[in-house]
DNA sequence: TTCCAGGGGTAGA
DNA sequence: TCTACCCATGGA
């Protein structure tokens, strides 16, 4: 097995494990996390086929970005290098303009100002497809479910790598759409779920849904939730997760996790009605999203 | 055994 | 717009 080092330089403070960390998605196959050495893993697969195993961590000194280790069978063509600096710039977010939000929070004083340190870009998957399905899998089952699904998604159906064949890459929707529904339900547990995945991917593989196109789009928030509402499984906490997933914050995904947490902090354990709850963060503007996930992260709460 | 999870679709008002 | 009911699955 060959491999292939490069640093991923931010234009902006950045921390990588405070990204890679930043939510669930860093456990979700096929990423893996390393407690110990802080090293985040992905097989992955690029457009041309192509599968590759990644490693990322920290890059070191003073502007510290993404150091980007792949292994991969025979020369990498600089094309597929390309993509894959880009694909690792998108999940980290390393383009993203996170000032205004960093600005509102330095005049909040502490702990928040402690989020302008290189906090704030939740981690993400390279393409809306593998989100939107990932999304699918956290509604309405507990975290443990979330992960079952996904990795039984990908051993099922994921292009194999080829330094370790066990190791499998996110499969893509042409390769879900191809897979007979009965065999796709018998190969997977995704419960009621399995025909809105089913679905979705046949959507995407046929070329009449473009998530990516959606991904880049400039319209307006409303826009896109509606066109992410249309899709079958998907409602207002789903849509809510992906518009932050496609870097629109101004949306609050409230699920139970959301209305336990505001309850307890805000209304003394008292259950409040949705927009009760939701009006906590209204003084955040397009940034409620996050502002929600930083009042939720373990220790940006303390002392506030 | 029963309940419910990082909800959503549908029917009926 | 709101409510009631149903939806597969597996952990608690």
């Known amino acids: 097995m060959d491999s292939t080092h490069f640093v991923l330089a931010p234009d902006a403070p950045f921390d990588f494990e405070g990204t890679a960390y930043s939510h669930g998605w860093v456990v979700l196959a096929p990423n893996a996390w390393d407690e110990s050495s802080g090293t985040m893993h992905r097989v992955h697969r690029l457009a041309t086929g192509r599968v590759v195993r990644l490693e990322l ?15 991969h069978r025979g020369r990498l ?28 929070c330095r005049g909040r004083g502490r702990p928040w100002n402690r989020v302008c340190g290189g906090l704030g870009r939740l981690l993400r998957s390279p393409t809306l497809f593998e989100d939107t399905v990932k999304t699918l899998c956290t509604t309405n089952v507990q975290w ?20 370790d064949p066990s190791l499998r890459a996110f499969p893509s929707a042409e390769a879900l759409a191809a897979v007979p529904a009965a065999e796709f339900d018998a190969r997977t547990s ?24 959606l991904a880049r789009s400039d319209r307006p928030t409303v826009e896109l939730r509606d066109e992410l509402l249309a899709i079958k499984g998907v409602g207002p906490y ?8 496609v870097g629109r914050y101004d949306e609050l995904a409230v699920d139970s996790v959301f209305r336990e947490f505001v309850a307890e902090k805000y ?6 009605s949705d927009a009760q709850a939701r009006a906590v963060y209204d003084g955040w503007g397009e940034w409620k999203y996050l502002a929600y ?12």
Do not use: C
């Open 267 to 272: 209304f003394a354990g008292e259950r409040p």
């Open 293 to 304: 996930w930083f009042d939720l992260w373990e220790g940006v709460t303390e002392g506030l």
């Open 77 to 104: 063509p600089a094309a597929d290098r390309r993509a894959l600096e880009a694909d690792v710039r998108h999940m980290f977010r390393l383009g993203e303009e996170l000032r205004p939000f960093y600005a509102l």
């Open 144 to 163: 443990g479910g979330t992960k079952r699904m996904v990795r039984g998604l990908v051993d099922a159906f994921g292009d194999p790598w080829p330094g």
């Open 238 to 245: 789903a849509a809510a997760t992906l518009l932050m997933l």
């Open 57 to 71: 961590r920290a890059g070191e000194g003073s502007r510290s970005g993404v150091a980007v280790r792949v292994e």
């Open 190 to 213: 995704l419960g009621y779920r399995s025909a809105y995945v089913r679905e979705l991917a046949g959507r995407v593989a046929s070329g009449h849904l473009d998530l990516e196109d």
